[in-house]
């Protein structure tokens, strides 16, 4: 009789959470979003979102939490009921911070991914008067002058920063590092020829490329940019493995049901390639993306190794 009922239950379990799966959502989501609005992470976020509220016919939610570099609103969600009614978008950032700083959560234990949802790289560009027209060229203009090539970044500490932290330990230079607040602040001046190299996402930069007040001089991911199709990677230019790729992707706080996650990922990967949302995230500088739950994991696991020992190097800390 015990054999039967521990049959029994295991079939009305999995049958149970096989109908809660299918039910899902039956009330609205809410997506955090640890970021301001109109910025990228949420106009990506909102987008998704807004898609995947049509084909659930339940409202996705997007909650803005500011603050601390995205630690504040990534902590809310970490805490949330983990049943498939809390999702958070995080972005490269996620997997730099708690080699900067203290966290209150830990980035794989806590958080169950979803999937990607967009890719952006960064690029490496020079005011028109700089000699060098590619990175080969800067590589040898800073062995021959070390420490005394400027570049712009957004920030100390940001994904900028360390993305020519990384070029300097592979091609063995060094440059000097002149932090801004912001891309747009930095472009300024490199446009007006006060420092000479910036590395900044692709969507800042554009403009001043296709007016010609900015040379683009290599892109930083592994492949090559849909909006600069000609402009060569840093790994095509001699500095083989070089990757300084950004992503965005969905979390849910771990423990969320498998059938829950599983619909969700096969969701978001549909809502990623409808065409208006490709159009969105095209017009941002980014590539929509998808992945499975696996292939995110591996890639947010990589960059926590890959970011955390580079900000150890360079001993940044807030």
Known sequence: MKL??????????????????QSYPSRPVRLIIPFTAAGSNDLVARTVGNKLSEKWRQQVIADNRVGANGIIGTEMA??????????VIVSTSFTMNPSI??????????????????????IFTAHPSFPAKGIRDLIKMAKSKPN???FASSGHG??????????QGMAGISLMHIPYKGSSAAAIDVVSGQVPIMISSVSPALPYLKSGRLR????????????????????????????SSMWWGLMTPAGVP??????????VSVAVQDREVKKVI??????????????????????????????????VKN
């Open 148 to 150: 005394s090539l400027q």
């Open 216 to 243: 683009a001089l290599g892109i930083g991911s592994t492949q090559r940019s849909s909006l600069l199709p000609d402009v060569l990677t840093v790994a095509e230019q001699g500095v083989t493995g070089y990757d």
């Open 158 to 167: 940001g994904v900028s920063h360390l993305a020519v932290e990384l070029l």
């Open 282 to 315: 095209t017009n941002l500088g980014m590539t929509a993306a998808s992945s499975t739950q696996d292939e995110f994991a591996k890639i947010v696991a990589n960059d926590i190794s890959k970011w955390g020992k580079i900000i150890k190097e360079v001993g």
């Open 258 to 267: 498998a059938d829950i996650l599983k619909k969700i990922n096969e969701d």
């Open 101 to 122: 700083t203290k966290v209150p959560f830990d980035p794989i234990k806590d958080f169950a991914p979803i999937g990607l949802v967009a890719e952006g790289a960064l």
């Open 4 to 21: 039967i009922t521990s049959a029994f239950l295991i079939v009305m379990t999995g049958y149970s959470t096989a109908a809660i799966s």
């Open 78 to 87: 970490a805490k949330a009921a983990p049943d498939g009614y809390t999702m």
